[in-house]
């Protein structure tokens, strides 16, 4: 996991006043004893450690490249999704500009823990820098992050397919964790097929905009919100360009990792590799670490064995991958970020 993909909730932090909002106490505790356990299990492995180590001494010049070419591409489809909603707002960026934030934004995300709010305020910043729109703009940044969830939705089906009951298994627990809130949400949806469930939620929602200012103002900013998202394309079908796009960018991430394991000469589990590669975003979403460090590594590594391969080639070709597709990126990234940062001009990086 490159640490570039944000989901919706976590880019939805201070965007008004342009300010990440601060972790709490409980989420610095965890933080703290995630990165315990993962120096714990460093130390238990040492042995696998240095066996992964000279499995990446011998590694294959062809293709570490093709890896470094997958990562690169799924960067620019990312930014082309970007490039779309915005085109659909009626602003035009060229996609050399809109790839260089989002590499940018890519190494902000990684560079402290819950860095995904950090980035998220200064893409923010930079969209408004240049001329765009204040709804436009969250919008464009909310509609990248729903698209970003539904297209690794459809890698997890597909990896559940793929996978077999093995893979039914191993998805078993962390579903059934789920069950009461997708019961939950089941039932809201159901009742809001009745009128007088929807009158209900329609004068609770009206009451709390009366009693307080700010639920208000956060009401009328939802509002704008919606009207904005609608406005940008109606109907489904163009909005196919920009899923397939997002498709694109977890395909191409998904074949760096399978491009790593071939550098080593490792056989690629190809009936557990989407399904890993997607179970492993739901620790390293949580940025509990600077770009999930520690976090996405124990987790892939555990994955890869679980599906067949050696313990010592799964932590060999996961260090080669997160090297591929987020350390080499971030001097890249920071790069971008120091000169479109320092731009004085509104138009920014030339398009």
Not at 183 to 210: E, P
């Amino acid at each position: 996991m490159s640490g570039r993909r944000v989901s919706a909730a976590e880019r939805h932090a201070g965007w008004e006043a342009g300010r990440p909002a601060r972790p709490g106490l409980l989420w610095w505790l965890g933080a703290v004893l995630l990165a315990a356990a993962v120096a714990l299990v460093a130390v238990l492995s040492r042995r696998e450690l240095a066996q992964a180590y000279h499995l990446i001494a011998g590694v294959h010049a062809l293709p570490v490249a093709v890896a470094v070419g997958c990562e690169a591409l799924s960067f620019v489809c990312f930014a082309g999704v970007y490039r779309w909603l915005l085109a659909a707002g009626g602003v035009r960026w060229g996609l050399r500009r809109t790839t260089a934030v989002v590499v940018a934004a890519n190494s902000v995300a990684g560079a402290l823990p819950g860095g995904a709010a950090f980035s998220a305020a200064w893409v923010y910043r930079q969209l408004r820098r240049r001329g765009v729109e204040q709804v436009l703009a969250v919008a464009v940044l909310v509609m990248a992050g729903v698209l970003s969830a539904l297209g690794l939705t459809l890698v997890f089906v597909v990896g559940v397919a793929a996978a077999g009951p093995t893979g039914l298994r191993t998805v078993l627990l962390p579903l059934v964790a789920l069950l009461p809130v997708v019961g939950i949400v089941l039932a809201v949806l159901g009742a809001s097929r009745f009128a007088g469930f929807r009158a209900v939620v329609d004068r609770a929602w009206q009451r709390a905009g009366r009693r307080s200012r700010r639920v208000r103002l956060g009401q009328q900013a939802l509002a704008r919100l919606i009207e904005q998202a609608r406005d940008l394309q109606p109907g489904l079908r163009p909005w196919l360009r920009p899923f397939t796009l997002v498709l694109l960018n977890w395909g191409l991430d998904i074949a760096g990792l399978a491009a790593s394991l071939w550098a080593l000469n490792v056989g690629v589990p190809w009936h557990g590799l989407l399904l890993a590669y997607v179970l492993t975003q739901i620790p390293g979403s949580l940025r509990l670490t600077p770009g999930s460090l520690g976090v996405v590594e124990t987790s892939l590594s555990a994955l890869l064995v679980l599906y067949g391969l050696p313990s010592a080639s799964a932590i060999a070709a996961t260090l080669l991958y997160r090297a591929v597709s987020f350390w080499a990126v971030q001097p890249i990234g920071w790069a971008c970020w120091l000169t479109i940062t320092l731009q004085t001009s509104p138009a920014g990086p030339p398009g």
